[in-house]
């Protein structure tokens, strides 16, 4: 490995460098605590927030809670929230909802939007200061305009509520509503219509697996683009970004068994194995989870499917990546008999983990699979139950037993003679149809089985261990780049809803700690009101460094990389302690330190994905 020479006063062949002023109160969670979920837990919730040091606590004031008769308001369950926050000195960033009793929507009923806007900011003046306006309401799955262009309807509503807040209480500051898909058409379109009716830009992004540099970076670049075109640049918070962390994800279980029957493959009289190779998931529990009538449960690796018995079950894990050094081996899986099952969070196959030629899986098995961005740059990538439908043969899947759905369709235009294709459900868009949920059981030179189901609730998760330094690499970035504040998203695992939607949250249901909750204390504790931030990210390898003086004058230095090792030799400082992304004091033995002939202080190590960070008290 190259070996890469870092100082800490001065860094050479650095390509991109961002020096912020002092920044304080940056970091919060989010929470329901009005929900049946946490209502009865608030307390040691909320102790719990004040010993991971959040300054900030983001949450819903839903319309509906608050105005349950019309025109009567009562705001005594967030009345409860609110005071038991302030008593641990936690903010609060309030979110206006669009959706009233008995059908009122923020759009056809403007008036009465206004009217529990306005009280609500004014009941809280003094005590709440910070709203944003609508939650993600540029994802597709709400529905908060019927304007056929729907940045500017936002943009209606944008105006029409920081006109009630403002109204209420001057001196609020107005989010524009955090943004799930950050499109720069449709950021201008709102702010063509809003125009300066927002204080504090805002969106949400979802980066996981992957780190979330180059992500927050390309989200970033749309947001100021979009703000410096229609009236100049705003603060910009970052309301939800986290990685949910479950062992493993069965949510789709009753298609999954449903396609299963179709294929007459009883449970208790086959064979399923669980690709356990590059992934987080527990591949075997997951199968388990999916199978519960199954006598046989195994995991297979990579290097195992070719020699894997037929007729058998392969259950592929969540994610879109495959090593397509083995594509081939899974093409004769299917040939030989075997039954390829994805139940995923996306498409299969779709990124390819080795660094080779990306194999045509698919099509050498005769599965045809259009993306919604080939269909129509208008479809969206997600559809709710309103949008799709099982086929007559598989009705006993109510709407409930369904996932959220991904864009797509699969057809059966590469079919062989004798293969069947097997449409389990569809969705409706743009008058047309299309499979999103398919079966495909081969009968010519194949002779097994393809089970695809494109789902879009479990995609993007990762390991307990793998969450924590995530969540580093992006409160250093947002420190260094720009982000006023982050708030992470979820406080608590409640463990409901989902697999996907449950785990999320640097604490488990049970309030024990997720190795994140260590990060979240040292990373508040080493970067809230950190000022002189230094960030340095060298494209010509992996190392990134960033050094800052800490509110206690210390002075902070952290080496990791975005991806891979690379040898490095730092300077340090004489006097000064090491800790890891936990904040646990590394001993310097660890590492080679040696004093050069000149008096200075050297480190050698190798970086990774995990932050090291030397801190030592100013002279």
């Known amino acids: 490995m190259k070996k890469h020479i870092v100082s800490m006063i001065v860094v050479g062949a650095l390509c991109a460098s961002t020096l912020f002023g002092k920044v304080e109160g940056q970091f919060g969670v989010c929470s329901h605590p009005f929900a049946p979920r946490e209502r009865n837990i608030i307390e040691p919730l ?34 409860n929230i609110v005071d038991k926050l302030a008593q641990r000195n936690i903010s609060v960033l309030g979110i206006i909802t669009a959706g009233g009793i008995k059908g009122m929507g923020a759009e056809k009923n403007s008036e009465e939007w206004s009217a529990y806007i306005r009280a609500t900011v004014n009941h809280f003046k003094g005590r709440v200061d910070h709203w944003e306006i609508i939650n993600e309401h540029d994802h597709p799955v709400h529905i908060v305009t019927t304007d056929e262009n729907k940045g500017r309807g936002y943009g209606k509503l944008l105006k029409i509520a920081y006109k009630a807040v403002k109204e209420a ?32 830009m805002n969106f949400h992004t979802y980066p996981a697996p992957n780190m979330p540099e180059a992500r927050l970076e390309k989200l970033m670049d749309i947001l100021n683009k979009s703000m410096q075109k229609y009236g100049g640049k705003k603060p910009v918070w970052l309301t939800e970004i986290g990685s949910t962390t479950p062992e493993y994800t069965a949510d789709n279980a009753k298609i999954v068994r449903a396609c299963l029957k179709r294929l007459g493959l009883k449970q208790a009289h086959t064979k399923f194995y669980g690709l356990q190779e590059d992934t987080n998931e527990n591949m075997k529990k997951k199968t388990q989870a999916y199978f519960p009538k199954a006598k046989f449960v195994n995991t297979a690796k990579y290097t195992d499917i070719k020699k894997l018995p037929v007729p058998s079950v392969l259950v592929l894990p969540t994610g879109q990546s495959f090593n397509h050094k083995y594509g081939a081996d899974v093409v004769d899986y299917v040939r030989r008999g075997g039954t390829l099952l994805y139940s995923g969070g996306g498409f299969p196959f779709y990124f390819n983990k080795d660094k080779g030629k990306h194999y045509p899986i698919l099509r050498k098995m005769g599965v045809d699979l259009n ?31 369904l996932p959220r759905l991904r864009g797509c369709n699969y057809t059966e235009n590469l079919l062989r003679a004798g293969d069947e294709f097997i449409p389990v459900c569809k969705i409706k868009w743009n008058n047309a149809e299309y499979t999103s949920v398919a079966i495909y059981k081969f009968n010519s030179e194949f002779k097994g089985n393809a089970i695809f189901i494109s789902s879009a609730d479990n995609g993007n998760y990762m390991t307990e261990e793998f969450q924590a330094i995530f969540l580093t690499h992006y409160m ?19 463990g409901e809803v989902s697999a996907y939607e449950g785990h999320f949250g640097i604490v488990r249901k049970d309030m024990s700690e997720k190795p994140a909750f260590s990060s979240f204390i040292f990373m508040t504790d080493i970067l809230d009101g950190a000022k002189d931030v230094f960030y340095n990210f060298d494209t010509t390898a992996t190392l990134t460094s960033m050094k800052w003086t800490a509110k206690n004058d210390a002075k902070v230095s952290a080496y990791f990389t975005r991806k891979g090792e690379v040898d490095t030799l730092v300077k340090i400082p004489a006097e000064c302690r090491i800790f890891n992304h936990l904040g646990v004091e590394i001993s310097k033995d660890k590492f080679k330190i040696e004093k050069t002939a000149n008096g200075d202080v050297e480190m050698t190590f190798t970086a990774n994905i995990k932050p090291i960070f030397v801190i030592s008290k100013a002279k």
């Not at 010993?51 to 009567?72: H, N, P, Y």
């Not at 269909?375 to 899947?397: G, H, Q, V």
């Not at 947002?478 to 406080?491: L, Q, R, T």
């Open 46 to 79: 909320f102790d719990k927030m004040q010993q991971a040091k959040s300054s900030w606590l983001r949450t819903d004031f839903v319309w509906s809670i608050i105005e349950r008769k019309k025109g009567e308001y009562n705001f005594s369950v967030y009345d």
């Open 169 to 200: 209480n001057p001196d609020a500051k107005v989010l524009y509503g955090g943004l799930a898909m950050t499109k720069q058409d449709y950021i201008e379109e709102s702010l063509k219509v809003a125009g300066d009716s927002y204080d504090i």
């Open 476 to 494: 250093m970035y947002g420190v260094a780049n720009g982000i006023d504040k982050m708030f992470n998203y979820n406080f608590r695992s409640h």
């Open 371 to 401: 993306y919604h961005w080939r269909i129509d740059k208008k479809m969206p990538a997600t559809f709710t139950s309103k949008n799709f439908y099982p086929m007559p043969e598989f009705k006993k899947l109510t709407k409930s037993n």
